[in-house]
């Protein structure tokens, strides 16, 4: 029985774009997990296309009894999630999930003005779709991580998230943004995975 890690980056980010993805990388293997950063074709693709192409790479990387943890930032925190349910989980360490779920979509485009034209009609489509009410069970332990100066729909969606997941954990960190690479952001992540 091993112990492997997913970490699952956000929204067009990889491996080698974030030298965070690296720090998170380097905890988990110095607490024994074999760990993988999780390759997204973010181009042309929507949410159910990520958990599709991230449950298939999953699944090959782990063998029966294996510990299953799964981390994910912003986009990589809501394929987490939802992954969850298709691959059994320890542990789920969602960093500033996302608000992109069919409750959030007004509320986002009222203060994202430019979410539909970045995100496009058919990533906003498919998103539309994304009841968080079907996540709400993924077993497991759930960690949720927020920055302290997280505001609006992101903090909403934790917030919420965090009420709805039963026996969730909810961490705030003080100083931090919706930024993975903030030194105190990384810190209490290290701490969660010290925990683990």
Known sequence: MGKVVFVI???GEKK???RAYAHIENAFKKRGYKTFVAPVTWLRHTMSDYVVEFVTFARSKIKRG???V???FSFGAVIALMSAHEIMTNNLLLCSLSPFFKQDLAATRRTWKSA???MGKARMKDLARLDFGRFTKPGGRVTLL??????????????????RIKGSKLVVIP????DIGNPDYLTA???????L
């Open 9 to 11: 980056p956000g929204y």
């Open 16 to 18: 080698s774009s974030r």
């Open 66 to 68: 294996d510990r299953i």
């Open 70 to 72: 799964m981390q994910g």
């Open 116 to 118: 539909d034209k970045v």
């Open 146 to 163: 927020l920055g302290a100066k997280e505001v609006g729909t992101v903090e909403q969606r934790v917030k919420d998230a965090h009420k």
């Open 175 to 178: 100083g931090a943004k919706h």
């Open 189 to 195: 992540i290290k701490s969660e995975i010290f925990r």
